[in-house]
DNA sequence: CCTACCGATCGGTAGG
DNA sequence: CCTACCGATCGGTAGG
């Protein structure tokens, strides 16, 4: 077995995957080099910073979330087709990445406050989504007249995004199952 | 204005708000001590290390959540009354104790095993009076056949807990509302 | 990626 | 609650 050095890419992964469990000032550059096998002065070959890999594992995050919002988006078909690929969409994003949606999800807020604000609008932009559906949603009798998208795209959210917290690759619900029993629970709390 | 002497309350109570704000690693005891205008080596004559504080704080959290679970539970009447009441009670708590709810969701995990072990604890029976009360629903007929308790409390709590998140005392939901607005969603979910 | 560091900050203590 | 510290650890750098 040979050991290969280790990429960028390898370094912002781990970062991901500590910041996740431990959270970002619960990690250290030296727990992370251990983490790779080797020093933490070492990482700063491939990084300037620590805040740099934060920067760079929450804007992943973002990333992968406003594309699974777009691609829901541009599905043809009925509102409640685009509310399902949002929330299916959003399962794929979680589950495939969970360290980074963790980090995405927990640890945005030790950014400096320029990132920071970049990715509340991220985040912003990705609820919009959600209303947006959900208004579609209300005003083609989809869903009930007196929902509000702006409460509910709150709540919905909310559900999908605890999935972080509780999901575990080898518990009961494999994603198809997770995709059902959210969509159900989405679908009727609108209806 | 006299300017008091400190309680070790006090410090517990400022510890909560930096640690719901900053997280625990990101709360120094230095922070702790300017925030209330004395030394971090001062802290040490209130309290004996700073888990400590982590503990207190969680540990209140707890105990206030199982109270309002029981409270709920106690409710006479139809199972949808005593799930209304668990919405009501943890909106409550949240709302009211903001830093301790924040503290205990997002930074118990930063306690040692022992601690945490107790919490984990803690919350699964917050979630059993949850899938109690649920399960009482969908055996009397107020909620759906086909609903899972177990899956269904563990959405119903994440729309709850994501309260932390996004609630603000000054936003456009008062209490009421806030409950009006779960309950009404939360109900139709599960109906 | 390592060696050899740096100044700053950390949680915490002794003694008053 | 302060003064005066302590050893450990932090993020980061220079030079190879």
Do not use: C
């Not at 970062?15 to 992370?32: K, N, V």
């Not at 009925?78 to 399902?84: A, I, K, L, S, Y």
């Not at 929902?147 to 494999?174: C, H, M, Q």
């Amino acid at each position: 077995m040979v050991t290969t050095r280790n990429t960028r890419d390898d370094v912002v992964q781990a970062a991901g995957r500590l910041f996740a469990e431990r959270g970002y000032h619960g990690t250290s550059m030296r727990d992370l080099g251990s983490e790779l096998g080797l020093l933490g002065s070492s990482l700063y070959a491939h990084v300037s910073s620590k805040q740099d890999l934060l920067v760079d594992v929450v804007e992943e995050g973002a990333r992968l979330f406003e594309a699974s919002a777009q691609n829901a988006l541009a599905v043809e078909g009925t509102p409640g087709d685009r509310f399902r690929a949002l929330i299916s969409g959003h399962v794929d994003v979680v589950i495939d990445n969970i360290d980074v949606a963790r980090t995405f999800l927990n640890e945005a807020r030790m950014l400096d406050h320029e990132h920071r604000s970049r990715v509340v609008a991220a985040r912003d932009a990705y609820e919009g989504a959600f209303r947006t559906v959900i208004a579609q949603g209300v005003s083609e009798g989809y869903f009930r007249e007196d929902i509000d998208p702006k409460t509910s795209s709150i709540f919905v959210l909310s559900v999908l995004n605890a999935l972080e917290r509780w999901y575990r690759p080898d518990g009961p619900l494999d994603r198809d199952a997770l995709v059902d029993e959210l969509s159900m629970f989405a679908a009727s709390a609108l209806s």
